[in-house]
């Protein structure tokens, strides 16, 4: 099969590589409708987190399943699914209190990488959502959203605990911040303020329910958002970036008692012990528990009750991967779903 492999910052190659095998009775093979690039894998292709030879890239997923291992029961072939980037059995007590990207038998999805024709994933039954039936075409981009980036903002948006009468702040206007928005707006926040300074983003999260765009950034941002908010912060902050400027913009944003909720993969973040003392925010985050609200995620789609496959601005064949790192690198494109 072909899949995109990282050889060096900057370097993404799409080659043969050997098909993927069951190999635990609990696995299942998926033959990919659609992956995509990630905002993280950005990270590795920057040279900003180390590439140790040639790496296989993705862990975003959706498609049909090819093949169970024998213990697999609730998952069957010719269904079409969804899973998240982390493998989780969806029965220990991590897992049952909602934290299924800390379960006990936790696996990374995107090792074999899911930037290829086919994957395994590991623990099928706990991990795989199926949908009700094969999808139509255009569902499938915001299926495949469901698997990271929805899932992501939604848990952002769940950990800062927007809802009614509260006041949303959104850090960041990559599809995770976008999406978050989204989120903020399905869980009936009153106002939803998307700090962006780029124009076709900014369209993208009015059209996704928020209410004020801000342009500054750092104090400046924090400046603005106490304007807006009558000096106070506001309720919820999502924090979608991952940098000591974005999480330090968020926990400044927010008003005493309130709640950030940090979503953006942390590189180089340090807190400052007695500034976070005396903020009284309520901090939670990491990395997102998407199987828990995947089914939720799935039956607003399949309802068409909300399209976040409109994050999706570049789609290339899988063989033109380089171009979809290149073109999000570049903030050119802001996510680009490769068709494989
Ligand atoms: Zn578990």
């Given at each position: 099969?072909?899949?995109?492999?990282?050889?060096?910052?900057?370097?993404?190659?799409?080659?043969?590589?050997?098909?993927?095998k069951i190999t635990e009775p609990s696995d299942a093979i998926i033959r990919l409708s659609?992956?995509?690039?990630?905002?993280?894998?950005?990270?590795?292709?920057?040279?900003i987190e180390a590439v140790d030879g040639p790496s296989p890239m993705g862990h975003e997923y959706a498609g049909i399943v090819q093949e169970v291992g024998s213990q697999v029961t609730s998952i069957k072939p010719?269904?079409?699914?969804?899973?998240?980037?982390f493998a989780s059995d969806n029965t220990c007590?991590?897992?049952?209190?909602?934290?299924?990207?800390?379960?006990?038998?936790?696996?990374?999805?995107?090792?074999?990488?899911?930037?290829?024709e086919s994957l395994r994933v590991p623990l099928a039954d706990g991990t795989l959502v199926?949908?009700?039936?094969?999808?139509?075409?255009?569902?499938?981009?915001?299926?495949?959203?469901a698997s990271d980036v929805l899932g992501t903002g939604w848990f952002g948006a769940v950990a800062a605990?927007?809802?009614?009468?509260?006041?949303?702040?959104?850090?960041?206007?990559?599809?995770?911040?976008?999406?978050?928005?989204?989120?903020?707006?399905?869980?009936?926040?009153?106002?939803?303020?998307?700090?962006?300074?780029?124009?076709?983003?900014?369209?993208?999260?009015?059209?996704?329910?928020?209410?004020?765009?801000?342009?500054?950034?750092?104090?400046?941002?924090v400046a603005r958002i106490k304007e807006l908010t009558g000096g106070l912060g506001a309720h919820s902050v999502i924090e979608a970036v991952g940098t000591q400027e974005s999480m330090l913009q968020a926990i400044r944003s927010t008003r005493p008692g309130g709640h950030v909720g940090y979503v953006g993969v942390a590189h180089g973040v340090e807190l400052p012990g007695t500034?976070?003392?005396?903020?009284?925010v309520h901090l939670h985050g990491g990395p997102a528990p998407v199987r828990r609200f995947l089914p939720e995620l799935?039956?607003?789609?399949?309802?068409?009750?909300?399209?976040?496959?409109?994050?999706?601005?570049?789609?290339?064949p899988l063989e033109q991967a380089a171009e979809g790192y290149q073109a999000m690198d570049q903030r050119r494109a802001i996510k680009a779903l490769l068709r494989p």
């Open positions: 099969m072909r899949g995109a492999v990282l050889y060096a910052p900057g370097d993404v190659r799409v080659e043969e590589r050997d098909d993927p659609a992956t995509c690039v990630c905002g993280s894998d950005l990270w590795p292709y920057r040279g010719g269904q079409f699914v969804v899973g998240s980037f007590e991590i897992c049952q209190a909602g934290y299924q990207s800390s379960c006990i038998n936790k696996q990374p999805v995107g090792a074999e990488g899911a930037q290829a199926a949908t009700p039936d094969l999808p139509a075409d255009d569902l499938i981009p915001s299926l495949l959203a605990q927007a809802g009614p009468a509260k006041t949303v702040a959104v850090v960041g206007d990559g599809a995770v911040g976008l999406l978050a928005v989204l989120a903020a707006s399905q869980l009936g926040a009153e106002r939803i303020i998307a700090m962006s300074r780029h124009e076709p983003r900014q369209r993208l999260a009015r059209e996704f329910g928020a209410t004020d765009i801000v342009t500054e950034r750092g104090d400046a941002g500034e976070l003392f005396f903020s009284h799935i039956d607003l789609i399949w309802n068409r009750q909300i399209d976040p496959g409109k994050v999706f601005d570049l789609s290339l």
